[in-house]
């Protein structure tokens, strides 16, 4: 049996500015895949390890924001990252709490108006 997630897209409409808000927020470094016709860059991933890769992207005519899936972000604790939000130029739409035995999430908003998760066990 495998996860049902394998790759992740978050559409956004400026891609240097929403790299800048992920790279700045996860503290991670994002890389540029040789894409035709559309700008991709990359989160940091092993395919062979658990878990899904996934991009930033931008592609004329497909919007960002607006749309109901959610992506959470593993973090060791989310109140880390979600600290950084505001001076990426996010927004914290709900800020740490437990989830029970799952651990705690965040809830925030990238520049483009994606909402997104951080999760942590801690």
Same mark, same amino acid.
């Given at each position: ?9 978050? *559409? ?15 503290? %991670?470094? &994002? ?8 700008? +991709? ?8 390890? *658990? ?6 992207? *931008?592609?004329?005519? +497909?919007?960002?924001?607006?749309? =109901?899936? &959610?992506?959470?972000? =593993? ?19 709900? =800020?740490? +709490? =437990? %989830?029970?035995? *799952? ?11 994606? +909402? &997104? ?6």
């Amino acid at each position: 049996m495998v996860n049902p997630v394998g790759w992740f897209e978050i *559409y956004v409409q400026d891609i240097q500015r929403a790299r800048r808000f992920y790279e700045q927020v996860l503290a %991670i470094k &994002l890389d540029k895949l040789p894409v035709p016709d559309i700008e +991709m860059w990359a989160f940091p991933n092993d395919m062979t390890q *658990y878990g899904a890769g996934g991009t930033l992207v *931008y592609m004329p005519g +497909m919007s960002s924001g607006g749309n =109901s899936t &959610l992506v959470y972000f =593993s973090c060791q604790d989310c109140a880390v990252e979600e600290s950084r939000v505001k001076e990426a130029g996010g927004q914290v739409q709900r =800020s740490k +709490m =437990s %989830i029970g035995q *799952y651990g705690f999430i965040s809830l925030i908003f990238d520049t483009e108006g994606n +909402m &997104l998760g951080l999760h942590s066990l801690q």
